[in-house]
């Protein structure tokens, strides 16, 4: 079965410095894979998609990697804010062809000021 | 537009009880998912359903959950006989359609069973 694996549980970096935050998986490779921010409390929110044939996808101060060959993701955000303090989560389509998700437990990231 | 939303936002009861949470999906998403998330744990997937067909029941842990949904509309996932392995947070998502794979979640409802 697949397995994701991010790279840490937390990470705690400097206020202006990039984050960068990973995700591997295993055993699969999926046609596309997504970050999702999840606040405290709250329900995962939708941030960036990227496709098996795209290397890289950019929204404002973020960007996503997609290597299919080390079946890897990075998560970069630049010019990091206390506000982007979250867990982010990495997720893959559940298998060929189905609508569910799969994900990973999350990286904790807290941006110091 | 209003977002997906859930009730109750909290449950706690006591073990071997029944409880019902209820998912309101973005109006006209056709794709409607259930997901438990454990303490400390990643999202696991439950159930989803599309339309009329049928649903998608491969996440289901155990037969004590069921659920179920009118149509396009709102879904209710039932947990009978609850155990204490059941305290969770469950966690409803809805998408446009079959395809549109960006989901949009709810709060989520926070079970505890005693």
Redesign the interface.
Known sequence: SQKIEQNSEALNIQEGKTATLTCNYTNYSPAYLQWYRQDPGRGPVFLLLIRENEKEKRKERLKVTFDTTLKQSLFHITASQPADSATYLCALEGQTGANNLFFGTGTRLTVIP | GAG?SQSPSNKVTEKGKDVELRCDPISGHT?L?W?RQRL??????LI?F?GNSAP?KS?LPSDRFSAERTGESVSTLTIQRTQQEDSAVY?C?S?LE?GE????????TRLLVL
């Open positions: 997906v794709a998912y997901y400390g744990q990643g999202l696991e997937f989803y599309q998608d996440g966690l998502a998408s079959t794979e960006t989901q949009y979640f709810g709060p989520g």
